[in-house]
């Protein structure tokens, strides 16, 4: 069996097809039989040949049918089959004909589930088998005995199905309830990496930022103090190390999220990123009520922040920056610096403003960048 976008063919072997034609062989050779003198044929021979050769074509339509689909070609040529080879029995009535209506019913009912087809089939073929044999027997019971037959492999046909219908519905299910269990063994896992990543923020990615802002304080008092270059020199050297244990421990965050959307506690580790390396100071809020954002606006948010600082280290160094996180009907992030004094040159930006706009175009928000009086300001809006 396989699987196809009509649904699900059966009997798609080369046994299944050949099986197909076995009536069809059998009617070339009823028909060429029927060519002796002594044959017993109840119509003329040219009629039955031309009956034989609508059999013939008919079969050549059982090749496309498949389990489920609704009557065409192929159910029609199926019921074309019924009929002309239950008068082809009648016509050859000591032919091997006989075995078409058996053969067709159980493939109506193999094919064509509870569809008015499909019953319009089996009762050709009940009476396709017995008439004939009545007809030539004047035997009531014999003729009584090849409908039952019929009717027996019908129910043995439909008892098939049925059987065959639970073993997929059983697949399925089983399928169904193995996903639904690795789904869940995925959620438990990725809600304790989860879990574990908001402790290493929050506990040791705190706790070395702290740790940094201090050396860095304990370093400007040892240069107040007029201390020995070795003991600035250390102090330096341990702020370097907390700076670099800070920035492994937010990679170890993303690696246990799994995930490269950021969140807003991505956009404050950025502004203590930038004000641990810059030495400058920079400030983050948040105001309103937070709520959960899109993953698009997040990423949004976060490249613009993370150029925005960018063009800042760059243009104007050591200056004051400010972040905003507003939420309302629209989150509008505000990224101010404030070197004193509006830049000498308010160009229109180059690639990196460029791809901020850019960014806020596919979010459905807009940004933009300008000269203060005292510095530079980006603001984006994006959706909420």
Known sequence: MTWTPAGLVRDSSVPGLLLRAVP???????????????ADRRLPYPLIV???????????????????????????????FAVAGSVLWYAL???????????VSRAAVRYYRAQPLEWIIVAISI???SVPLYVTTRSLPGAFGAAFGVVALT????NRRTREQQLEDLEVSLARKQAAIEEHERAAALAERARIARDVHDVLAHSLAGLSLSLQGARLMLVRDGASPEAIEQVTRAQGLAADGLA???????????????????????????????????????????RELPAEALGTLYRTLQEALANTRKHAPGALVRVRLTYGDVVRLTVEDRPGQPPKRAAAGG???????????????????????????VELKVPA
């Open 248 to 290: 492994e421990a937010r990679r170890a965050v993303a690696a246990l999220r799994e995930d490269a959307v950021p969140d807003v506690r991505a956009l404050g580790d950025l502004v203590t990123a930038y004000r641990l390396e810059s030495g400058a100071t920079a400030e983050f809020e948040v105001d309103g009520e937070e």
């Open 50 to 80: 031309a009956i034989g050769v609508i059999v013939v074509l008919s079969n050549i339509t059982l090749f496309f049918l498949r389990d489920g689909d609704p009557p065409g070609p192929a159910g029609y040529g199926l019921l074309v």
């Open 127 to 129: 009476l396709g088998a």
């Open 351 to 377: 690639y990196g403003l460029l791809g901020m706009r850019e960014r806020a175009d596919l979010v459905g928000g807009s940004l933009e960048a300008g000269p203060t009086s005292t510095g530079w300001r």
């Open 155 to 158: 129910l043995a046909a439909v």
């Open 24 to 38: 069809g062989v059998i009617t070339i050779l009823s028909v060429i039989v029927a060519t002796r003198d002594d």
């Open 93 to 103: 009535p000591g032919s091997a004909m006989i075995i078409v209506p058996f053969w």
